[in-house]
């Protein structure tokens, strides 16, 4: 079969979206693997409706993404602004999303409104629970003898090591997917530097930006201030994702990610087509 699919950089992390719904697991994860093999650069594979009026997208995994939920907005709106009302692999209800009139795509995350979600499971050291995605979020302090520790430049392979290692300790690896998010403070904003790891399309990723990381280190930041509050999350990429949460009467009522995202100049002119 020819699968037709393009690529999006939503904050950094390339992300290619095929054009079609592939319903079985095994078939999307040759798809994936074989465009990975292509495209070095992509992070994640995931799967788009073709009909525009039916917006969907499909990960590799059957996971949740934020970044790749973003790069379907911008492929359903055509980089214009406006809204959509988007489903999304591993959520049970549609999302609200769209690009604003200073073309930022965002989107609405997948998060729970009860608070014993976000729980602290050793020192400032917190699990997220979202739907179809969890982070693991060590503070600026926990996380600072990790990243002294390792060269980030070598595609954050020893990174992706220790987040490994922390997951099974607190026996979370395998069960989920989820990731590790390390974080350090930068030019006055909160650098992450995550490490993702999905089940079922077997991908382990030190990421050039995440989206759902992002919305859980804001997450964590609002639990523990106790009020609503927006945060600049900067990405590995040097690009910037803001992240939006709705505190009120001790639940999370809304939380939102957006920033920019490009299309890569690879598949500007011509979908790419693998046999």
Same mark, same amino acid.
Request: hydrophobic share 35%; aromatic share 10%; net charge negative.
């Given at each position: 079969?020819?699968?037709?699919?393009?690529?999006?950089?939503?904050?950094?992390?390339?992300?290619?979206?095929?054009?079609?719904?592939?319903?079985?697991?095994?078939?999307?994860?040759?798809?994936?693997?074989?465009?990975?093999?292509?495209?070095?650069?992509?992070?994640?594979?995931?799967?788009?409706?073709?009909? =525009?009026?039916?917006?969907? /997208?499909? &990960?590799?995994?059957?996971?949740? *993404?934020?970044?790749?939920? $973003? #790069? +379907?907005?911008?492929?359903?709106?055509?980089?214009?602004?406006?809204?959509?009302?988007?489903?999304?692999?591993?959520?049970?209800?549609?999302?609200?999303?769209?690009?604003?009139?200073?073309?930022?795509?965002?989107?609405?995350?997948?998060?729970?409104?009860?608070?014993?979600?976000?729980?602290?499971?050793?020192?400032?050291?917190?699990?997220?629970?979202m739907e179809g995605i969890?982070?693991?979020?060590?503070?600026?302090?926990?996380?600072?003898?990790?990243?002294?520790?390792?060269?980030?430049?070598e595609d954050g392979k020893?990174?992706?090591?220790?987040?490994?290692?922390?997951?099974?300790?607190?026996?979370?690896?395998?069960?989920?997917?989820?990731?590790?998010? =390390?974080?350090?403070?930068? /030019?006055? &904003?909160?650098?992450?530097?995550? *490490?993702?790891?999905?089940? $079922? #399309? +077997?991908?382990?990723?030190?990421?050039?930006?995440?989206?759902?990381?992002?919305?859980?280190?804001?997450?964590?930041?609002?639990?523990?201030?106790?009020?609503?509050?927006?945060?600049?999350i900067l990405q590995p990429?040097?690009?910037?994702?803001?992240?939006?949460?709705?505190?009120?009467?001790?639940?999370?009522?809304?939380?939102?990610?957006?920033?920019?995202?490009?299309?890569?100049?690879?598949?500007?002119?011509?979908?790419?087509?693998?046999?």
């Amino acid at each position: 079969m020819e699968y037709n699919y393009k690529i999006f950089v939503p904050g950094g992390n390339k992300t290619a979206l095929i054009i079609g719904i592939e319903s079985d697991i095994d078939k999307r994860k040759i798809i994936q693997d074989m465009i990975l093999l292509k495209h070095r650069d992509v992070e994640q594979v995931g799967f788009v409706n073709e009909n =525009f009026s039916d917006p969907q /997208l499909v &990960m590799s995994g059957g996971e949740f *993404c934020g970044n790749a939920t $973003r #790069s +379907a907005v911008y492929f359903y709106l055509g980089g214009k602004p406006g809204e959509i009302s988007i489903n999304v692999s591993g959520t049970t209800r549609p999302l609200a999303a769209g690009i604003t009139d200073s073309f930022e795509t965002w989107t609405e995350m997948p998060v729970y409104e009860n608070l014993d979600k976000i729980t602290t499971i050793d020192d400032e050291l917190y699990f997220v629970e979202m739907e179809g995605i969890s982070h693991l979020v060590l503070s600026q302090k926990v996380s600072f003898p990790y990243l002294s520790k390792t060269n980030l430049s070598e595609d954050g392979k020893r990174l992706k090591h220790i987040a490994k290692s922390l997951l099974m300790y607190y026996g979370f690896y395998g069960k989920c997917d989820c990731g590790v998010i =390390f974080t350090e403070n930068v /030019l006055s &904003m909160i650098k992450i530097h995550p *490490c993702i790891f999905t089940k $079922r #399309s +077997a991908t382990e990723y030190y990421e050039t930006a995440c989206g759902s990381g992002s919305a859980a280190v804001g997450l964590v930041n609002s639990k523990l201030l106790g009020k609503s509050d927006k945060l600049q999350i900067l990405q590995p990429s040097g690009k910037v994702i803001e992240t939006s949460v709705e505190y009120k009467n001790g639940k999370i009522v809304n939380t939102k990610i957006g920033g920019f995202v490009s299309i890569d100049n690879l598949s500007e002119k011509d979908l790419n087509v693998i046999v």
